[in-house]
């Protein structure tokens, strides 16, 4: 089974100072017809998540400005109900524990596959599906969109080592 299926119907946010992740993320979302919104910085994140609703919020924990905790102890306040993911090859004992201390659901370490991080994200969905707010694409309020207007989708939750495509 495609693991993009449990990702159509919900809404993305990815926010990572690296241009190659942020666009392989929206292409192969686009491709899959999933939902996806990508931010540069954690303040560009912020006010994403001021103005909709997600249903899965990826970062990453090394970004300009406020890194990624700071951003999901934010996050949390803001939507208590989304999955949450951190990237980063930064990695230790102490940011895991303070991730997950947080309210962060998975940690994975750079590089990753999209492949591996989709079939996390899908494993994620399925166990945290009463949880998840499932924010309509459809409706305009809550379209996310890709600065270049690309739109697409993402989740994951499986503390794994993974290769960029």
């Known amino acids: 089974m495609d693991p993009f299926r449990k990702l159509i119907k919900l809404k993305t946010l990815l926010v990572d100072d690296d241009e190659l992740i942020r666009d392989a993320f929206s ?3 686009m491709n899959k017809r999933c939902f996806l919104k990508v931010t540069e910085t954690a303040e560009e994140g912020l006010r994403a998540l001021e103005e909709e609703s997600f249903d899965i919020i990826i970062s990453d924990l090394k970004l300009p400005g406020i890194d990624g905790l700071e951003f999901f102890r934010h996050a949390t306040v803001s939507q208590p109900n989304t999955v949450k993911v951190l990237i980063t090859a930064y990695g230790d004992e102490d ?3 303070k991730a997950f201390g947080i309210g962060v659901h998975e940690f994975i370490e750079k590089p990753f596959s999209i492949k ?6 899908a494993m994620l969905v399925e166990k945290h599906n009463g949880m998840i707010c499932k924010a309509d694409p459809d409706k305009p309020e809550t379209r996310a969109k890709h600065p270049e207007g690309i739109t697409t989708k993402f989740k994951t939750r499986n503390k794994s080592k993974m290769q960029m495509i």
């Not at 591996?116 to 994200?121: D, K, M, P, R, V």
């Open 116 to 121: 591996e991080l989709i079939t996390s994200l």
């Open 95 to 97: 940011v895991v524990s």
């Open 27 to 29: 292409l192969v979302f």
